[in-house]
Every structure is written in C-alpha cells, then in structure tokens.
C-alpha cells in the first residue's frame, strides 16, 4: 500500500503561485503513475495533471496546461504540482493519487491523499 500526505496549500491573491507537495510512504512512488485532480465545492472530482512513473510524461487539464507543471522527485518519494498565475476558480481541494498510468479518469488511480485545500482571493 501507498499512504500519500499532500501539502503546501494555502490561500493566495490571484495571480500568485503556490507549489504543491506529495509525500509518499510505503512503497517507492517510482512504480507509480502519480496524478493531481482537485474538487470545488458542490462539483465533481476534476483531472489537473498527471506525470508517467520516469516523469517523462505528462499529461495536462486543458485549464492549467502553462499555468501548471507536475514534476517527481523519485529520490524523495515526492510529487510536485507548481501553480501559477492562480485565478480564483483554481480554489478547490487538490489531491494527489498513485495509479499505473497517467490518466485523466480518477478510476484509473487505487491510492489517494487526504487532500489540500488552496484558495485564490480576487
């Protein structure tokens, strides 16, 4: 089993950057796809971004494709999520899951973090 603890969230003026942080324990997330999805209120569980086990590939939300960047550090059991230029309709619970390919659709992911809140003020 993989446990998977995210953090940096926050809250952020709009047009402000935050980094995302995904720590793994368990296993080595190298055996894994990792992908970030976030969730605002009242809304379904939407696909960010996702990165192959070698970090040699991504995959990204139409939103956030060069706004975001994904990015593994496979020595630190840790993905990343670098968020910039935030908008308000960015705010939403971000998660990070652990699957065995990068893919858009949440059921392609067995593990999940708790999740970490960002909020992007106006």
């Known amino acids: 089993q993989v446990q998977l603890v995210e953090s940096g969230g926050g809250l952020v003026q709009a047009g402000g950057s935050l980094r995302l942080s995904c720590a793994a324990s368990?296993?080595?997330?190298?055996?894994?796809?990792m992908g970030w999805f976030r969730q605002a209120p009242g809304k379904e569980r939407d696909f960010v971004a996702a990165i192959s086990w070698s970090g040699g590939g991504t995959v990204y939300a139409g939103s956030v494709k060069g706004q975001f960047t994904v990015s593994r550090d496979n020595a630190k059991n840790t993905v990343y999520l670098q968020m910039n230029s935030l908008k308000p309709e960015d705010t939403a619970v971000y998660y990070c899951a652990a699957g065995s390919r990068p893919a858009r659709s949440p059921n392609s992911y067995d593990y999940w973090g708790q999740g970490t809140q960002v909020t992007v003020s106006s």
């Open positions: 368990g296993r080595p997330i190298s055996l894994y796809a």
